[in-house]
């Protein structure tokens, strides 16, 4: 069993910052690619951020710029740095994560997701 447990979402004023944590636990081999995606209701879920095992980024164009991904492999942990918020970034985040089991299969992982909302 694998739980993605995430953190750091609220309410903030444009312009501000947050920081957006995201824990692995469980019958964890090895952590493949993390990453962050969003939503607003009524849209699909589209990704924020992805870093990869050797520390590769992307991001999405609306990002760049503003908003960090970066990972603790010792911590089983993504973080996503969001600065410079807009309006249009308030959404549901969710952590995702490819993760390899003890018994060597990888599955896809979602955290329950966290609201970031950014008031003008």
């Known amino acids: 069993q694998v739980q993605l447990v995430e953190s750091g979402g609220g309410l903030v004023q444009a312009g501000g910052s947050l920081r957006l944590s995201c824990a692995a636990s469980g019958s964890i081999f090895s952590i493949n690619a993390m990453g962050w995606y969003r939503q607003v209701p009524g849209k699909q879920r589209n990704l924020v951020a992805r870093i990869t095992s050797g520390d590769s980024t992307n991001y999405a164009d609306s990002v760049k710029g503003r908003f960090t991904i970066s990972r603790d492999n010792a911590k089983n942990t993504v973080y996503l740095q969001m600065n410079s918020l807009k309006p249009e970034d308030t959404a549901v985040y969710y952590c995702?994560?490819?993760?390899?089991?003890?018994?060597?299969?990888?599955?896809?992982?979602w955290g329950q997701g966290t609201q970031v909302t950014v008031s003008s």
């Open positions: 995702n994560a490819i993760i390899t089991v003890v018994a060597g299969r990888s599955y896809v992982y």
